[in-house]
């Protein structure tokens, strides 16, 4: 990649800051893989920043999405007695749920 440079290093103090607003406690090992993964964070951020980016139109996506899913279609429901079937328990012809007081 055309200029790039190695990413800052995060200090641990700034890791510490990040966690204890996350609220997370991490180990002294687990500092030191988020310092490294945040450092390596921001140095892609400088790289995107760092390129001419004008006419480039915003995406949320790389390739076009097709909606996978079925078609909304209104169709018969289950029969209420195929439905029950299985159920634990059954009051007046519904599903039976303990009280909540």
């Known amino acids: 990649m055309l200029g790039y440079s190695p990413p800052p290093m ?7 800051h990040v966690a204890r607003l996350a609220r997370l406690r991490l180990s002294p090992e687990e500092e030191q893989v988020m310092q490294q993964e945040l450092s390596g964070i921001l ?3 400088d790289a ?7 006419g480039v139109p915003p995406t949320t996506h790389v390739i076009a ?3 996978v899913l079925r078609a909304d279609v209104p169709r018969d429901s289950l029969p209420r007695e195929e439905a ?9 012809d519904s ?3 303990p009280r909540m007081d």
């Open 10 to 16: 995060i200090d641990e103090s700034t890791v510490r």
């Open 43 to 45: 140095g892609h951020i």
């Open 48 to 54: 995107i920043t760092s390129m001419d980016l004008d």
């Open 65 to 67: 999405l097709e909606n």
């Open 84 to 92: 029950l079937r299985e159920a634990p328990d059954v009051v007046d």
């Open 95 to 97: 599903f039976g749920v």
